[in-house]
């Protein structure tokens, strides 16, 4: 089947599951972690349209798009990638929706301490955040300094450093604000260890079975979703590097084409920089490279000087988006 085939089949009708593929070994690995630190809880998985942990639910939704090669290359030729798509991503992925999941069963954000330590779970997600890279006060686990995003990500943040086999937290985040949350991540999971969970649903929200929206339905609705848009706010930063072209004879190269150029080459630094999606971010290019004809600018100086200072650019202006494309599902 073609992917313009796979485009009309509706979700429900992909006849995919967990059971058989590599996704298998990986849940596998990661309830072996739970296992080796006592915690008796249960989660289960299921196939859904992205990773989530809903609200009152101790389990994880995973992508259908893992679940079978060509889905994963058809989200990339949509999206431009698949998030979860290597082996340590996945983990990595899993281990913070274990995080919330985790948090559901045992009700955790209603302890003082962890609301002290994280803040109230009932703060409203925000539609963009500014995180602070140089910050000590979050862990590192997903891209994006997404711990950085609500509480709630925080404590699941913490959790998947904390959960990580053989990683020496204490030592990596030595004279970190944030090695507080992970001490208390320990303790807390020491004094969990062998409970039954008080909340034991087994609901799956948001089936893959039920969803019969076709796949190309979903990535227009998807790619709206990750969409961007850009006013003449940025006009005075592309003029400072750029320069205006001196009349219609002007023979250096324009701005535009210049990034035309170089679009992938900057786009994949932003995202390896920021864990951004590439699909925005070349969204953003896209409307910069507008602007730069509008404005007729041109590319003068030095190539690799140019190349990196508007991905500097690109990656502070970016920052507003980070969030945004992580609320497709409330995770």
């Not at 089936?207 to 961007?228: D, F, W």
């Not at 490279?289 to 200072?309: N, S």
Request: with cysteine; aromatic share 12%.
């Amino acid at each position: 089947m073609t992917q313009r085939e796979l485009l009309s089949v509706r979700l429900c009708d992909l006849k995919v599951s967990i059971e058989g593929t590599w996704l298998e070994e990986r849940i596998a690995r990661v309830r072996d972690e739970l296992g080796q630190r006592d915690l008796r809880f249960n989660p289960h998985f299921w196939l859904s349209d992205e990773w989530f942990s809903p609200t009152g639910v101790p389990g994880v939704a995973l992508p259908f798009y893992l679940a079978h090669p060509k889905l994963t290359r058809l989200e990339r030729s949509q999206m431009l990638e698949a998030e979860g798509a290597t082996a340590d991503a996945c983990l990595r992925l899993l281990r913070h929706e274990l995080g919330h999941a985790i948090q559901h069963a045992f009700k955790l954000e209603r302890r003082r301490e962890w609301q002290r330590l994280f803040g109230k779970a009932s703060t409203p997600y925000p539609e963009a955040y500014r995180p602070n890279p140089a910050s000590r006060r979050y862990v590192h686990n997903l891209p994006a300094w997404y711990a950085q995003s609500h509480p709630e990500e925080d404590f699941a943040e913490t959790f998947a450093v904390w959960l990580r086999p053989r990683y020496n937290w204490r030592r990596h985040y030595q004279g970190w604000p944030a090695l507080r949350k992970l001490k208390y991540v320990d303790r807390l999971m020491a004094e969990l260890a062998g409970q039954p969970p008080r909340v034991r649903s087994r609901a799956k929200p948001f089936p893959l079975s039920r969803e019969r929206m076709t796949l190309g339905t979903y990535y227009e609705r998807k790619r709206a979703h990750y969409s961007v848009g850009f006013t003449d706010a940025y006009d005075r930063d592309l003029k400072r590097l750029f320069s205006e072209a001196e009349g219609p004879r002007d023979r250096r190269e324009t701005a535009a084409t210049f990034l035309r150029r170089h679009r992938r080459e900057i786009r994949g630094m932003v995202a390896k920089w920021t864990g951004e999606y590439q699909l925005t971010l070349n969204q953003v290019l896209e409307q910069m490279m507008g602007r730069c004809k509008e404005l007729r600018l041109v590319a003068d100086g030095p190539e690799r000087k140019l190349v990196l200072d508007f991905a500097i650019m690109l990656t502070v202006h970016g920052m507003n988006y980070l969030y945004r494309g992580r609320e497709w599902h409330v995770m």
